[in-house]
């Protein structure tokens, strides 16, 4: 079985809820950055020795937040040494708009799987997007690059859309099977 890992940063709880659902699909280890922009040396072990590695962040004003981004610019050790080279990836944002910009932040975690040599897996779900369609329907963003969420700002981690986390379940899975093919 492959290895996967599910690295992220939340900074108010709906993306780590999204990623523990995330890495529920995938059977994937959670490592959080913390609130500095840092994981430990043993997460960083993790992710050296990880099959597949997915990315979340949430959007904050059009890209991912200082945070990962602090994390992804630690990546470059890993990079220098080609650490995550052939690894699967994939990746996934949530922010309070319905748009919010987040195919900027998929595209930013997309660039960093592609820098490190890495392959990427879509989201490979038809979108909801007829007129009985609903936001409790899977995919219902219609996204195609990653996992796409919206959480209205004023709502808490608990009321997050049911078809937002089914489609996070499934990319999971997703991501986790295309990583176990190529094992």
Known sequence: MAKTAVVF????GHT?????VVA???AAELIAIDQE?????EAWQKLDEADAIIFGSPTYMGG???QFKKFADASSKAWFGRKWQDKVFGGFTNSASLNGDKQVTLIALQT????HGGLWVSLGLLPAN???AQRTDVNNLGGSVGLLVQTPADAGV???LSGDLDTARLYGQRVAGFAAKLA
């Open 112 to 115: 960093l799987a592609s820098q």
């Open 130 to 132: 007829t007129k009985s």
């Open 9 to 12: 940063h939340s900074g108010y």
């Open 37 to 41: 922009g840092n994981i430990s040396d």
């Open 16 to 20: 780590e809820r999204l990623a523990k």
């Open 158 to 160: 608990d009321e997050m």
């Open 64 to 66: 991912p937040s200082w």
């Open 24 to 26: 529920e699909g995938a």
